[in-house]
T-cell receptor, first 113, second 117 residues
């Protein structure tokens, strides 16, 4: 089975722009979660989607949004980029229940200049 | 709210020595616990998880962890480390109650394990 894939792997943007990151989960997985990883704040939960509905949300401003498609692929969008948005964005997929393991993708490295 | 504390930000150790990476979490009625490893420029890989049952959990690559409810700890151990174990290790917790998923993992700040020859 193919693992979680994320595109693009690297991205450079300037302040004020917007960006869209993509995540393709493992086949059959319906839950997709997004995390932000920075040296200062560590790993922080952004949101989770399940069957095209946002099921959980972390404590991030409304500039961060996401969606999930019927094939479980997910995108996250960050509008009006700030320097502090520079981070590794990780996507994880899992099955439907609380005992299913989350599998992480390699991440997208976003640099905001 | 749940929180996770990894007591050591860096742990240097010599090859073939034992190692323990410490993790404490805030208490909750029901909690699931995890250890993940991250190699440079890669995502997270699950080492092991505690959901219920036996408090001693065995994972991949010879790692194990013990769930201690009274001390709210979930320390990771390996009896003999290799150079290839050099990586960053993250402890995480989920209350497993949010919409029936683990999709809201709370992570510790990470411990960088450096194995020296």
């Amino acid at each position: 089975k193919a693992g979680v894939t994320q595109t693009p792997r690297y991205l450079i943007k300037t302040r004020g722009q917007q960006v869209t990151l993509s995540c393709s989960p493992i086949s059959g997985h319906r839950s997709v979660s997004w995390y932000q990883q920075t040296p200062g704040q560590g790993l922080q939960f952004l949101f989770e989607y399940f069957s095209e509905t946002q099921r959980n949300k972390g404590n991030f401003p409304g500039r961060f949004s996401g969606r999930q498609f019927s094939n479980s692929r997910s995108e996250m969008n960050v509008s009006t980029l700030e320097l502090g948005d520079s981070a590794l964005y990780l996507c994880a997929s899992s099955g439907s229940t609380s005992t299913d393991t989350q599998y992480f993708g390699p991440g997208t490295r976003l640099t905001v200049l | 709210a749940q929180s996770v504390t990894q007591l050591d930000s860096q742990v240097p150790v010599f090859e073939e020595a034992p190692v323990e990476l410490r993790c404490n979490y805030s208490s909750s009625v029901s909690v699931y616990l995890f250890w993940y490893v991250q190699y440079p420029n890669q995502g997270l890989q699950l080492l092991l998880k505690y959901l219920s049952g036996s408090t001693l959990v065995k994972g991949i690559n010879g790692f194990e962890a013990e769930f201690n409810k009274s001390q709210t700890s979930f320390h990771l151990r390996k009896p003999s480390v290799h150079i290839s174990d050099t990586a960053e290790y993250f402890c995480a917790v989920s209350d497993g109650l949010r919409g029936g998923s683990q999709g809201n993992l709370i992570f510790g700040k990470g411990t960088k394990l450096s194995v020296k020859p």
